[in-house]
């Protein structure tokens, strides 16, 4: 994006981020600091000179100075004076939108209970846990980062700029998975599980490992020396195994206490199992992964992390003359999507809620696994409790991931699939996919094939890991990319026991970095006419949202050592029970004027001027003393009461919210992010939207999720086939209009009225 001029006066976390984003791909970016600096300077983690990591890793390439007088984007905090109408790309990022929360004190902690991750985060027994660090600015960062070169996109189609905003509520809400719309399939709602079905976390001899058996049964039992289970009825199907897991945990965590972590992983990802090691950034940083694959580099004589995905062009061609189809800024842009799960289908769903038309290509053998089976699964994944006769388009995880797209069931190992892959490839921008290194060359999809037949072609794939290193072939998943990434180290208690995010937090993470390879690289194509290929190495991609942390084991040889909800520079900061069963309050104390304001709202005066708490740094000390008072004021509160009286006296504050809260939620309703669809076997449902905010050329959801090939005909009549070709190709087994096979689906444990 050489040419672009980007000038950074936003001084939050999301915002800048945002700018890192743009400097990362070639942009020139400006950072324009108010007087005494801007805020990131000052916060933690601290170098050893007083400077900041998180600084150094916000603004590694950018520029620092005054406003260039020529600028494409402006990136800026609410209530700075907007740019004027013109061609430049105005972009607000802030904490809420405009409704109930207008005026509410954000902060990591509050958007992670509002968005209802936090709720689904760690073990049933104790309080939820936020998380860690910044991930939600992070996620608000790449979202504005992907409106603002979604408005550059369109921009190059009509000249005119225009006012884009990304919040940290609404980036954040659609990070969490599926919650409107499970809750309007069947009235059920998210609970905290330690082992949701086929997920084990597990104490090996030397370190935690964290697998998730969704599938290769068979090869599990063979690693733990479990296979007299191979021949146990309680275990014949995956419906079976589900009903028997805790069994099963128990079986592995028993074996796992005498083996070697590496041995494990080792044993499972050759029996295709996918499990990881919780690993730590000592270990990460100085690993043959990261060195292999030149994740971090000195530039400046500083330590920085190379970007979060790396683009391949092409040699500069002709692209086609796009037909727009439907409405937002990616109208005329066709993508092929060749995914499955949540990490590839919610990045194909972005370009769709953008305008994209979005070609879901499935193989009848090997269906989307989030379909589920032929004769359904769990009952709360299905409307009504009722998987129906039509299981595989009645499943919410499916149905809740591929809105606006259209399905197209090709094989491509029958005769006559290759055709009609370079016909659509001839068609198209943008091809998708999230197999594991080499997996799309090998079904002749990869770039270098593509290539031939359109020279403008852009294909991005999305491994768990990249090509290169020891991992490259690693099976990943949103559960165990997670401990692989780092960030599972860097949170859980402190007596050592790790905790994952919610579902599945690396898979919502993937997906929004792979939606800003695919915009970088149309706005490079844009100005230079060159394709090519992209990686978006997952793994790697989320080191970026631990960035700070990952410099300072560097520089340091330590970071961040995890302790509940406690978070560096924060007191008290935790989660505190209210009335009803599971329900919760997080409260997040930064400073002394909002301590003092807290115990004004409790009446307990005195703990305002003991010495254990009167400072940020007595509190930090003290802080677990805090607990039982605060305790003895929250249990008797409403949750959603208490965070809105707190909230009102300038203390950040939120009820820590589950799927049925955020479901009913005036805010989030008010916010546009939910949208109701009439989908042909589900019914009519609500589904959760996106925090894409373009106001020109807005986005949005249209239409409900497509039935398996219901669109096989309508493409190939658009690629001039006619019905004779078409019943050859259905005859050849190319198509098809139903699954040939099963695929497993995994399970949470949910709470039903």
């Avoid at 090996?204 to 733990?224: T, Y």
């Avoid at 191979?230 to 028997?244: C, K, N, Q, V």
């Avoid at 309050?585 to 301590?595: F, P, R, S, Y």
């Avoid at 805090?626 to 009102?648: F, G, N, V």
């Amino acid at each position: 994006m050489a040419g672009l001029v980007v000038a950074d006066l936003s001084t939050s976390v999301a915002g800048q981020y945002a700018g890192r984003l743009f400097a990362a791909h070639g942009a020139t970016v400006v950072l324009v600091e108010p007087p005494g600096g801007t805020p990131t300077r000052r916060l933690p983690p601290r170098c050893p000179d007083g400077d900041s990591f998180l600084f150094r890793h916000l603004h590694h390439g950018k520029r620092h100075g005054k406003r260039p007088a020529r600028v494409d984007v402006v990136l800026r905090d609410p209530g700075e004076p907007p740019e004027p109408a013109g061609d430049v790309v105005d972009c607000e990022i802030g904490d809420f939108p405009p409704g109930p929360y207008a005026h509410w004190r954000g902060g990591e902690m509050v958007a992670q209970a509002l968005a209802g991750v936090m709720n689904a985060t760690g073990p049933a027994d104790r309080p939820p846990v936020y998380g860690l660090g910044r991930r939600a600015s992070y996620a608000t960062g790449t979202t504005a980062y992907v409106s603002a070169l979604a408005a550059l996109h369109e921009r190059h189609r009509s000249g005119r700029g225009q006012r884009v905003r990304a919040t940290v509520f609404e980036s954040t809400l659609a990070m969490a998975q599926n919650l409107v719309s499970q809750y309007s399939y069947n009235g059920t709602a998210e609970t905290r599980a330690r082992y949701p079905g086929f997920l084990a976390v597990l104490r090996c001899a030397d370190a935690w490992v964290v697998l998730f058996a969704i599938r290769n049964w068979p090869a599990l039992c063979r690693v733990f020396d479990l296979e007299q289970l191979l021949d146990d009825p309680r275990f014949d199907t995956a419906g079976d195994r589900l009903a028997h897991w805790p069994l099963v945990v128990d079986l592995l965590r028993a074996k796992a206490s005498g083996l070697l972590a590496d041995d494990v992983v080792a044993a499972c990802q050759a029996g295709r199992v996918s499990a990881e090691k919780v690993t730590g950034l000592g270990e990460l940083v100085a690993s043959e992964q990261w060195r292999t694959r030149g994740l971090l580099h000195t530039a400046g004589g500083e330590t920085a992390l190379r970007g979060p995905f790396t683009l391949d062009p092409s040699p500069a061609a002709p692209t086609r003359r796009a037909t727009a189809r439907g409405r937002g800024p990616l109208a005329g842009v066709r993508v092929l999507e060749f995914t499955t799960a949540w990490a590839g289908p919610f990045a194909g769903r972005c370009l769709a809620y953008l305008g994209a038309d979005v070609i879901k290509i499935e193989a009848p053998s090997h269906p989307d696994s989030w379909r589920g089976t032929r004769a359904g699964g769990a009952r709360f994944y299905y409307p009504d409790l009722d998987p129906g006769d039509d299981p595989q388009n009645r499943n919410v995880l499916f149905n809740s991931q591929n809105l606006d797209k259209r399905s197209l069931a090709l094989d491509l190992k029958r005769p006559g699939s290759a055709e009609v892959l370079r016909d659509l490839a001839a068609t198209a921008d943008v091809v998708l996919a999230n197999f594991t290194p080499g997996v799309l060359d090998r079904l002749g999809a990869g770039h270098t094939a593509l290539r031939e037949v359109n020279p403008a072609i852009i294909v991005v794939e999305m491994p768990a890991f990249g090509p290169g290193g020891p991992m490259s072939g690693h099976q990943g998943m949103g559960k165990t990319m997670e401990p692989a990434s780092g960030m599972t180290a860097l949170m859980g208690y402190a007596d050592g026991t790790p905790v994952l995010t919610g579902p599945a937090y690396l898979d919502p993470t993937g997906g929004l970095n792979a939606v800003a390879a695919v915009l970088t690289a149309l706005v490079s194509r844009d100005r230079t006419g060159a394709g090519g290929r992209l990686e978006v190495a997952q793994v790697e991609a989320a080191a970026h949202w631990i960035g700070e942390y990952v410099l300072e084991q560097v520089a340091t040889g330590d970071t961040w050592h995890p302790d509940g909800n406690t978070a560096p520079g924060h007191a008290p900061h935790d989660a505190y029970p209210c009335r009803g069963t599971d329900q919760w309050l997080a409260i997040a104390v930064g400073d002394d004027a909002t301590w003092r304001a807290l115990c004004a709202v409790l009446d307990r005066p005195d703990l305002a001027t003991d010495p254990r708490y009167a400072t940020a740094d007595a509190r930090y000390a003290n802080q677990h003393d805090l607990r039982d008072p605060i305790t003895a004021w929250t249990s008797t509160q409403d949750k959603k009461t208490a965070a809105d009286l707190l909230q009102a006296n300038g203390i950040p504050a939120a009820p820590v919210l589950d799927g049925a809260d955020i479901a009913t939620s005036p805010a989030v309703r008010d916010a546009g992010l939910v949208v109701a669809l009439d989908h042909p076997r589900a019914g009519h449902r609500e589904y959760g939207a996106l925090g894409f905010r373009l106001d020109r050329t807005p986005g949005g959801h249209r239409r409900a999720a497509p039935l398996f090939g219901q669109h096989n005909d309508e493409v190939l009549h658009e690629l001039g086939y006619d019905d004779t070709r078409i019943a050859a190709l259905r005859a050849d087994g190319a198509i098809a209009d139903r699954p040939t096979a099963d695929t497993d689906t995994p399970t949470r444990t949910v709470r039903t009225p």
